[in-house]
């Protein structure tokens, strides 16, 4: 655990996302995003629909989606290293969260012919693959069913080692 104080924000121009570190600048750019995703290696980041971004510890924990979720990414920042940590399938991707070195999904699945609803999995954090094995998780009906209006609003729990779907704001 770290005693940084990091903070994110929303980039511009080519810039996703403006990382502070005590004060110390990083940033996240588009072609740093085209060496690891290759949804977005011809497009720009007004192509990007979604992304949302959290730190934990020393982590900046991201995912970020196009085509109406169809193409995405979810990556691990270092901001100690300054690097990509790890990087795999992001398609449908709401909510990213880090726990027991292990990378924890949260996606929103919703398509032409699919009932919308919700899936879980994870992959050990330090995967570096789009398309990596993951572990599914088995969500009850209710979860599995229950979507929040905003993708934002969405948080995983632990209890213990056990992944919990909670809708926050509601």
């Known amino acids: 655990m770290s005693n940084s104080a990091i903070t994110i924000s929303i980039g511009k121009g080519d810039t996703l996302l403006d990382i502070s570190v005590n004060g110390t600048h990083q940033a996240i750019t588009l ?87 919700l899936e879980l999995d994870c992959c050990p954090l330090g995967a570096i693959a789009e398309d990596n094995e993951v572990t599914e998780i088995s969500l009850d009906e209710n979860t599995k069913f229950h979507l929040a209006n905003n993708p934002d609003n969405y948080a995983i729990h632990f209890d213990g080692d056990i992944p919990t779907i909670k809708i926050e704001n509601e």
């Not at 949302?52 to 979810?74: K, L």
């Open 31 to 117: 072609d740093m995003l085209k060496g690891i995703w290759k949804n977005i290696s011809e497009d720009e980041l007004s192509d990007i629909e979604y992304f949302n971004a959290e730190v934990y510890n020393n982590y900046i924990v991201c995912c970020v989606t196009v085509a109406q979720g169809q193409g995405g990414i979810v990556f691990v920042w270092d901001t100690q290293a300054q690097k990509f940590v790890h990087y795999s399938n992001g398609e449908f991707a709401v909510k990213a969260v880090i726990h027991n070195n292990k990378v924890y999904v949260l996606r929103q699945v919703a398509y032409w012919g699919v009932t919308a609803h």
